[in-house]
C-alpha cells in the first residue's frame, strides 16, 4: 500500500502524522497505520494553539496523558506550538 497521498509528511526515517491537540486520538491511530504500512518511525506532531500558552494545569496533563500513550505504543510525540496571528 503506498501511504504517501494520505501520509501528512514521509521522510527518510519518520512517517508523521500532524495533528490538532483536540484530534489526539486521531492522530496516533494514523499515525501508527502510515508507520506500520510505510516501514518507518511513526511520528505524531501535534499542533497547539498560541493561545493555550503558556500551558495551563489541564492542558499539561492531557499532553502526558498523550505521551504516556504514544511512548507505549512506539510512537514519537512533538509538540508544535501555532504562532499567534500577526496583524
Known sequence: LDVSP???VLNDYYAIEIERL????EGIGQAAH???ESGK????AL???SDLWPLNR??????R???KTTLAQGIKLVVLRRAPPTL
Do not use: F, M, R
Open 6 to 8: 494520505t501520509v501528512d
Open 22 to 25: 483536540d484530534k489526539w486520538h
Open 34 to 36: 502510515y508507520g506500520s
Open 41 to 44: 518511525q511513526p511520528c505524531l
Open 47 to 49: 499542533i497547539v494553539d
Open 58 to 63: 489541564a492542558t499539561t496533563e492531557k499532553l
Open 65 to 67: 496523558v498523550i505521551e
